[in-house]
């Protein structure tokens, strides 16, 4: 049987922050067969459309280029996978890009390496205290922190997780930070765990996912 693999650049708008991973999955699956593309699936009693997103995204998280990728049984066009698609798509989801990859490309969810961020902060604080608190994390050797993981509490190092963070803007009591952080296999960081470092934990914040970075994007 033949096998294509298209890989679509989407973004999540504010208002489906709040689906989970699961739901935008099924979003996409059912989108899919509204438009009558025609999907692989896998074998067994169970089949399961080909589908692979990146990177779940949390709970209250929008993204502005979101990556999955889709096995179809015979060969589409960006063109017209776009066209057909798009409308059938719930509000909220739109397609910015779609390419051809080869079908036996290493897995999205394997070669992830790290996420940026844009991440609206609502704060009094001053342009300078925030550079100092920014400069004063990015200074250290080490960051704990706790976490849960399967019920069960542990401390872990930030640090290591934490690549670039710059503060963009601050006017009218919103700062901006820019921040790229570790993801994939290889460890993730949350914007919320930095916001933590510094000190805005209670702050209203609002986190945008902008892009992901592979391991086949690095040069």
Not at 94 to 104: A, D, H, M, N, Q
């Amino acid at each position: 049987m033949v096998r294509h693999r298209l890989r679509v650049t989407f973004a999540k708008a504010l208002q489906l922050r709040y689906i989970s991973h699961l739901d935008l999955q099924l979003a996409w699956e059912r989108a899919l067969r509204r438009a009558r593309i025609p999907l692989a699936y896998s074998q067994g009693y169970n089949p399961q459309a080909k589908l692979q997103l990146a990177s779940g995204l949390p709970l209250g998280y929008c993204g502005a280029a979101e990556i999955l990728d889709v096995i179809l049984t015979e060969p589409m066009s960006q063109e017209e996978f776009t066209t057909r698609v798009g409308p059938a798509l719930p509000e909220g989801l739109t397609i910015g890009e779609v390419r051809e990859v080869p079908l036996k490309s290493r897995s999205l969810q394997s070669a992830l390496h790290q996420a940026e961020y844009r991440v609206i902060v609502e704060t009094s604080l001053s342009a300078d205290e925030l550079t100092r608190r920014l400069e004063k994390l990015l200074a250290t050797d080490r960051l704990d922190q706790q976490r849960v993981r399967k019920g069960r509490s542990e401390t872990f190092d930030l640090r290591p997780l934490v690549d670039k963070v710059q503060l963009e803007s601050i006017e009218e009591g919103q700062a901006i930070f820019w921040m790229r952080l570790s993801a994939g296999q290889r460890g993730n960081a949350r914007p919320d765990a930095v916001l933590t470092a510094l000190d805005l934990a209670n702050a209203y914040s609002q986190v945008e996912r902008i892009r992901l970075l592979f391991e086949f994007d690095i040069r």
